[in-house]
């Protein structure tokens, strides 16, 4: 039986205007991570950690970059659902902004 690998498209909030695709690492069982769920990442050469919005869970590898892996995920159920993340598409092209824009706005800081 082959292992297939999960990869994770996520929100990072920045002004970025695309998703970035990590890879979710062995230790972490795929079914336990679901769109709307935040997850810990690394993004830049430094170690800065950010705590991403997962967007799309699946099995293609980007062709233009490694993916580095998912730290950690923070959440054991979605803080957004999906009529959010689609709502959220809707704004950042409505808006013209960033998903990352929306991101910021719509979650509480504490978050």
């Not at 810990?40 to 970059?65: D, S």
């Not at 580095?68 to 809707?90: A, G, M, R």
Request: aromatic fraction near 10%; hydrophobic fraction near 40%; glycine fraction near 4%.
């Amino acid at each position: 039986m082959a292992v297939t690998t999960t990869y994770l498209d996520v929100i990072l909030p920045l002004a970025i205007q695309h998703t970035y695709t990590y890879l979710l690492p062995s230790h972490i069982a795929p079914d336990t991570v679901k769109p709307g769920m935040r997850v810990v990442v690394q993004f830049g050469k430094g170690n800065k950690m950010y705590a991403a919005l997962i967007k799309k869970i699946h099995f293609n590898h980007p062709e233009k970059y490694t993916p580095k892996k998912v730290e950690e995920v923070l959440d054991s159920t979605p803080v957004v659902n999906q009529h959010q993340l689609l709502f959220w598409e809707w704004l950042q092209e409505y808006y013209m902004c960033t998903p990352g824009d929306i991101l910021t706005a719509a979650l509480p800081t504490a978050l």
